[in-house]
């Protein structure tokens, strides 16, 4: 017989599925078990569509199963209140649901713990905190908006193993092998936006678009994220890839109040643009991270020049770091570094946590969380 624990695993590794297609909703994925056997498997699928416990009572039925008596596991706790679906306490109760075993509670701190005790009423047996670490690491870009309401922002980068990112000439193309590029895809098809510097378009022109991701070539649907360019200047050529392919619509130019006037015009009839404040550095990224959580955005991959990364690590606002690493050195005191800017005292330099090392290929990958970040 199962134990609780296995359960609950079994009900994460269905969240993950479900990975870079809920947004802004959570990931959530459940189990419902009967004297030992699981009857029902269920996962959020996408946003907007049921709910992983409705998901996991209509597998039962379907199947044939009665739910009534039957043990709920659920990686978070059920929702308690109406938005695009009902209520999944409501579901719950009407399936004669005895036992609910929860993961992680809901991070909104005006709805946490309010599922629990609705179904407490209801005479339903409820705990809660297993294998809640896992759970909120799953979400963890959720969690981040919902309670600081801004995007939780991963800083990426590929390099060399003396840290750059493109020859003085600006080579670049390709620094890490396709294990990593198709790794570095993943991590754009987990995020909400992706977000470069003018400069990395003017020098690279990239498409900034998924590829090799989940599905067949023959399905691919294009960017499911937003491409977010920080151009003080509008200096954006309308011939680019952002501007130019069918996903322009999805483009986003962040501009200045000082912009030319001419520049804005051409560029609003191809793409969305935002004015953001500048600071002593440039832009004030924490206003557009503001703009950028009212917009649903929860997870913003920063994928662009030294200039634009060092921005964010030293405004404080990176929450994790993801570098690819090739065995290569090219040396070269022009040559272009992950991480450029005024650069932090040694005592204050960026400190992490969490670190994990995979090989990918030739390549190696360090993901970390940055320690003590601040929303």
């Known amino acids: 017989m199962p134990s609780d ?38 996962w959020h699928r996408r946003a907007g569509f049921p709910h992983a416990e409705v998901e996991v009572i209509a597998d039962a039925k379907r199947k044939g199963n009665p739910t009534k008596g039957a043990t709920l596991y659920v990686t978070l706790e059920p929702c308690s209140t109406s938005g695009r679906t009902p209520p999944c306490t409501h579901s719950i109760i009407r399936a004669g649901i005895s036992r609910v ?24 047996a409820v705990e809660h905190g297993l294998l809640a670490e896992q759970a909120a690491e799953i979400n963890v870009a959720f969690n981040h908006w919902i309670t600081a309401g801004l995007p ?3 800083v990426k980068a590929a390099m060399t193993l003396d840290g750059k990112i493109a020859t003085a000439s600006g080579e670049s193309k390709w620094i890490t092998g396709p294990e990593a590029r198709r790794e570095g895809m993943k991590l754009r098809h987990e995020a909400d936006a992706i977000i470069v510097g003018v400069n990395t378009i003017l020098a690279d022109n990239p498409s900034l678009t998924l590829r090799d991701v989940r599905r067949p070539k023959a399905e691919w649907r294009g960017p499911a994220l937003r491409r977010i360019v920080l151009d003080p200047r509008a200096r954006t050529p309308l011939g680019s890839w952002v501007m130019g392919d069918e996903f322009a619509e999805q483009t986003t130019v962040v501009v200045s109040r000082d ?36 917009q649903d955005c929860t997870h913003l991959l920063v994928e662009g020049g030294g200039e634009t990364n060092a921005a964010f690590i030293e405004a404080g606002l990176a929450s994790r770091v993801a570098f690819f690493y090739a065995p290569k ?18 005592a204050n330099g960026l400190q992490l946590e969490k670190i994990r090392w995979r090989n990918l290929g030739p390549d190696l990958m360090l993901t970390a969380r940055v320690a003590d970040a601040q929303p």
């Open 5 to 42: 624990e296995q359960l609950m695993r079994d009900a994460l590794r269905l969240a993950r599925r479900a990975r870079g297609e809920t947004s802004p909703n959570p990931l959530v994925g459940a189990v419902l078990a009967k004297r030992g056997n699981i009857i029902g498997r269920g």
């Open 101 to 124: 075993v929860v993961a992680a509670t809901d991070p909104n701190p005006e709805h946490a713990g309010r599922a629990f005790r609705w179904l407490k009423r209801k005479d339903i």
């Open 152 to 154: 939780f922002v991963t």
């Open 259 to 294: 912009a030319p006037s001419g520049r804005l015009a051409k560029l609003k009839q191809r793409c969305r643009v935002i004015t953001c404040p500048l600071s002593k550095r440039g832009f004030n990224l924490k206003s557009l991270l503001r703009k950028l959580g009212r």
């Open 329 to 346: 050195i090219l040396g070269g005191r022009d040559a272009r570094t992950a991480v450029a800017g005024e650069g932090l005292p040694l």
